[in-house]
């Protein structure tokens, strides 16, 4: 609303606007949130621009007055839209991005507007009990029975980090919880793949074990963690006096999809008495698909999940999620008792408080959005769309192996796909080459599908990222949006061509 349309008002908005005031505000966000949503697929995935050309469309220092809703809105679309890179766009392949909903968006509006402070039950009770079935319907899907129990975080590597600090209270010496890792005599050790997420060494980093003492496992050419090699550094360990308390699986590996065989990593952490922590962030709501619930039949043996609902369930962040098998082991890791905590309801379920089982204190209303989308949209719509996410996958891994000018650099097992591109010239040059040569080649092969990459990203048609996979240098696209459709795949792979001789031309 703008202040011609209020003579004799003051400039800026209300702290505590009227009714009236509230609903023009909503009907031109609804507006804005529509027009953006509708022309998504016309737009560049990624802007031509640069951080000094938006600071400077943007005010240095605080005002001292403020603006109308109308100047407000004016900038969002000229500056924040217009410099922003497209998530919901269909051809957003890059990373493990999901695009986001109106209906979750709808659900953050409503639950920024009541401003629930997810403490204790006594803080937010509907809201409380809104996360408690939210988290047993995950449960369900995921076939995960029991006493589990878990809660809402930030997202996968806040999960993660929960779940290896249950895991270090409830394998290493009690004594290491109040005296630190003085009280130690043996040195703490995690096993994780080579393709493991980069928050895990990070979480060691922050909880006192090390980075180094994550003990990186080989992998097969499926890029699935060797589990010969996992017996193997267990041993060595052992013998070496060091204490191995974690090992962890990927259920769908960042780099490449692979999907660790869970049965067999959760029978060695048994033979070795090691807590078992199975990193779900990117894989874990795959199992909404009949093609590979399969995967997932073993996923209950874990000791602790961690899952990023804003990836798969096609939410925006931030929300992640973990579940921890007993959830005792998770409050005796997090229990903290001050004055100014003190529950002090004596029926259990209104003295519950989910500080008990996690890092945040204050914790927002992101379960809303979870519970709107699960039960606006419903299990059946939801696992219909990951399918065809599935099948997106597939497709591309079939165009690359039928063409001529590109190959596929890992197997597609869930939604992301490791391809590159090789021009005919170098595919002759590599057929008969000596060792040397080899090298020469896959050198040439590399840097020039960097410089494809960079320039698919600046023409904004279609967006990939990379990754590096044996020593090689990998274009790699993730489907998580459920409106990329097939034909978007064939865009791309004519958007690589398109811009290739380009690359060609180009040096380093």
């Known amino acids: 609303m703008s202040d011609e349309t209020n003579p004799g008002r003051d400039p800026g908005l209300s702290l505590d606007p009227s009714a009236d005031e509230i609903r023009a505000w909503g009907r031109a966000a609804v507006e804005a949130m529509a027009g953006y ?57 890059g990373y493990v991005q999901a695009p986001g909903t109106a209906i979750a968006a709808f659900a953050d509006l409503l639950a920024s507007t009541l401003n629930a402070n ?26 995960v029975k029991g006493h589990a129990a878990g809660l809402f975080v930030s997202g996968g590597s806040i999960a993660n980090l929960a779940a290896l600090a249950t895991a270090r209270r409830a394998q290493a010496p009690a004594a290491l919880a109040s005296q630190g890792a003085q009280c130690l005599s043996q040195t703490l050790r995690i096993y994780a793949s080579e393709e493991t997420h980069h928050s895990i060494a990070k979480a ?36 070496a006096g ?18 660790d065989p869970l049965a067999q990593v959760s029978e060695v952490a ?92 204050s914790r927002r209303f992101r379960a809303l959005k979870v519970w709107m989308m699960l039960k606006g949209v419903g299990l059946r719509r939801l696992g219909e769309a990951v399918e065809k996410d599935l099948a997106c996958a597939r497709h591309l891994e079939r165009l690359v192996q039928a063409s001529d000018d590109f190959e596929m650099l890992a197997p597609v097992e869930l939604s992301i796909f490791c391809f590159r591109y090789v021009p005919s010239s170098l595919k002759r040059a590599l057929a008969g080459a000596t060792e040397e040569e080899r090298k020469r080649i ?34 790699r696209g993730c489907v998580m949006n459920y409106r990329t459709t097939p034909r978007d795949l064939e865009i791309l792979l004519d958007d690589l061509r398109r811009l290739a001789p380009d690359a060609e031309r180009a040096t380093d």
């Open 242 to 259: 060091h204490l191995p308390f974690c090992v962890v699986a990927n259920a769908g590996t960042v780099a490449t999809g692979a999907f």
């Open 37 to 93: 949503l509708d022309s998504l697929g016309q737009r560049r995935v990624y802007p031509k621009t640069t951080a000094r050309q938006i600071r400077e469309q943007l005010e240095p220092v605080p005002p001292d007055e403020g603006v109308d809703f109308d100047r407000l809105l004016k900038t969002f679309d000229d500056v924040i839209v217009a410099a922003s890179r497209h998530n919901g766009h269909p051809r957003m392949f």
């Open 204 to 239: 060691a980093a922050l909880l006192g074990i090390g980075s180094d003492n994550v003990r990186l496992v080989g992998v097969d050419e499926g890029f699935k963690i060797r589990i010969d090699d996992l017996v193997a550094k267990i041993t060595e360990d052992l013998r």
């Open 118 to 143: 997810l403490t204790a039950w006594r803080s937010a009770p509907a809201a409380v009990e809104i996360e408690r079935v939210t988290i047993d319907w995950i449960k369900q899907i995921l076939g």
């Open 442 to 475: 896959e050198a040439e092969l590399d840097a020039l599908n960097e410089r494809l990459l960079i320039k698919l990203q600046q023409d904004g048609s279609s967006y990939l990222s990379n990754a590096r996979l044996h020593g090689r240098f990998s274009l």
């Open 270 to 361: 048994r033979r070795f008495n090691l807590w078992m922590h199975v990193d779900a962030s990117y894989g874990g709501f795959a199992a909404l698909a009949q093609s590979v619930k399969g995967l997932f039949d073993a996923l209950p043996e874990a000791d602790s999940i961690a899952l990023d609902p804003h990836k798969w369930l096609y939410l925006p962040v931030d929300c992640g999620c973990v579940l921890y098998r007993d959830a005792e082991a998770a409050r005796a890791t997090f229990a903290h008792e001050a004055e100014y905590t003190r529950v002090m309801e004596q029926a259990p379920d209104e003295a519950f408080a989910f500080w008990d089982y996690g890092p945040e204190l």
